[in-house]
């Protein structure tokens, strides 16, 4: 199989964590956990080669790129004052690279402030040959989420009180994780396999939402499906429709000034989980752009971290 090498394009404003405050340095994350000890589920396809690159964002500060996974990793954040839950972070990257610098590392830092345990996920890519295709990444999300739950003993956080917070494609796949639990996506293997889905509270943040129609982002639609999928096929990997009763209350953000996912995808979003009758909150900002990740275009914080805090609050994960 010939796999094809993908152009890493460094995005986003420079971080900052505080209104006004000059960016300050990322503590060094803690452990890194792999999903599937064994390796992941149907052998690593032939001639794949996992790349790691450092592309620089506009503000000249490295961005951990990481593409073509072929081992899947939890990195750990701990807090230094635990609130007793944790959440699993999804990076973007338009299911072609996992953005685990911007999306997961420093995002984990800013809400382990916050005295979350946070666990940056690395997910496989569905264009590099798996087994489940289009499943591939759905399966790590699926069993990150349940390795959270089984180490919670461990790290010092409730089993009950897990959030998951997407951006970008990885809010296509936190939403996917999030509103489809009954979806199995590969046999039970060991006790981690046999805990449950089912988090507290989602945010998904400027996420991919449908794959069809004028609002789809053609690259993630792409990546996830190949240029040639069906209509029915478009339609089914749309997170506006199937949302399943168990989904958990979300929230979202986004900028409306979009240009890459437009801001019709929350809107979408928002309208169906109304209709499901899903608790949800959202929060469209005038600009923004997209990927901005921690950072308003004027360099100072975005407020979604609070607000998502507020939104925990009222629905137990916090």
């Keep these: ?40 589920p149907g052998g690593v396809p032939a001639g794949l080669r996992q790349e790691d690159t450092n592309p620089l964002n506009k503000a000249g500060v490295p961005q ?30 338009g299911y072609r690279f996992d953005s685990l610098q911007h999306e997961g590392f420093d995002v984990a830092a800013r809400l382990a402030q916050d005295g979350y345990t946070c666990f940056s996920l690395t997910y496989r890519m569905p264009a590099d040959g798996w087994k489940a295709g289009p499943e591939a990444p759905l399966q790590d999300a699926q069993r990150s989420l349940r390795m959270v ?3 919670a003993a461990k790290y010092g956080y409730s089993a009950d009180r897990i959030g998951v917070v997407g951006f ?7 939403g996917w994780l999030s509103t489809r639990q009954s979806l199995a996506t590969q046999a039970v293997n060991d006790a981690i396999d046999r805990e449950q889905l089912s ?39 749309s997170l506006e429709n199937g949302i399943e009763p168990t989904a958990p ?15 019709e995808n929350s809107l979408m979003m928002l309208a169906a989980l109304r209709a499901a009758k899903i ?16 950072t308003l275009p004027d360099g100072t914080a975005s407020p979604w971290p609070d607000l998502f805090n507020i939104f925990a609050k009222r629905h137990g994960l916090l």
């Design 64 to 93: 951990l790129h990481v593409a073509h996974t072929t081992n899947p990793t939890l990195t750990v954040q701990r807090a230094a004052k635990p609130n007793g839950a944790a959440l699993l972070l999804i990076p973007g990257g």
């Design 1 to 40: 199989m010939t796999i094809h090498r993908r152009t890493l394009i460094a995005g986003g404003a420079a971080l900052g964590l505080a209104a006004g405050a000059a960016r300050a340095a990322t503590p060094a994350p803690g452990e890194t956990l792999r999903l599937w000890p064994a390796g992941p």
């Design 149 to 151: 739950r089984s180490l």
């Design 168 to 174: 970008s494609a990885g809010g296509h796949l936190a």
């Design 199 to 237: 988090p507290r509270a989602t945010a998904l943040i400027y996420p991919v939402i449908t794959m069809t129609g004028p609002f789809g982002h053609s690259g993630s639609r792409i990546e996830l499906l190949g240029r040639d999928a069906s209509v029915e096929q478009r339609r089914a990997y």
């Design 279 to 294: 608790p949800t909150e959202a929060h469209l900002f005038e600009t923004g752009g997209h990927g901005f990740g921690l």
């Design 249 to 263: 209350p979300t929230f979202l953000a986004q900028a409306i000034d979009d240009q890459t996912v437009p801001v």
